[in-house]
């Protein structure tokens, strides 16, 4: 079973900085998606960003300029700096994988447990 667990999420105020990391671990045979999704209250869980194993990348237009994902593989890690942070981007992040646990096995959608992103104005 493949276990995401992030971190660095916090209190900021607008026009400041974060960064969130997210480590993958468990038994864990292939992992070719990455990536970061948020849901703020009262809203549907929405994309933020993900990164293939080919380093490329996709994001949200209303993240676009001020969020960068990246990925250490040797690490199975994901990172999001998120930097111009604005009011609205205060959600709950989730980190996402999609992984399959044995070679043979068909890749799934993999959840954290999520981490609080507040941005004061």
């Known amino acids: 079973q493949v276990q995401l667990v992030e971190s660095g999420g916090g209190l900021v105020q607008a026009g400041g900085s974060l960064r969130l990391s997210c480590a993958a671990s468990g038994s864990i045979s292939r992992i070719n998606v990455m990536g970061w999704y948020r849901q703020a209250p009262g809203k549907q869980r929405e994309l933020v960003a993900t990164i293939v194993n080919d380093g490329s990348t996709n994001y949200a237009d209303s993240v676009k300029g001020r969020f960068t994902i990246s990925r250490d593989n040797a690490k199975i890690t994901v990172y999001l700096q998120m930097n111009s942070l604005k009011p609205e981007d205060t959600a709950v992040y989730y980190c996402?994988?999609?992984?399959?646990?044995?070679?043979?096995?068909?890749?799934?959608?993999?959840w954290g447990q999520g981490t609080q992103v507040t941005v004061s104005s």
């Open positions: 996402y994988a999609r992984a399959s646990s044995l070679p043979l096995a068909p890749l799934r959608d993999c």
